[in-house]
């Protein structure tokens, strides 16, 4: 559990490392920039080249490392 202010939030993904085929477009997209704000370390994987840097950036700029 992780304490934020008055509120707890569980991130049952927090330290885990997470692998997703095909995390450069589409719901393996959403769903490795979702496990990282969960608190996962996300592992980026896909054909494209040019769209896995397009989604790294976007995690950074939300403040997720992946």
């Known amino acids: 559990m992780v304490s934020h202010g008055n509120s707890t939030k569980l991130l ?4 885990k490392v997470v692998v997703i085929s095909g995390s450069s477009m589409g719901i393996g997209q959403a769903l490795a920039i979702e496990l990282a704000q969960s608190g996962a370390h996300v592992v980026l994987n896909g054909r ?3 769209r ?3 989604t790294k950036n976007e995690s950074f700029k939300i403040g997720l490392a992946t």
């Not at 049952?12 to 330290?15: A, D, I, K, Q, W």
Request: hydrophobic share 40%.
């Open 12 to 15: 049952p993904f927090l330290n």
């Open 48 to 50: 494209d080249a040019e």
């Open 52 to 54: 896995l840097k397009h």
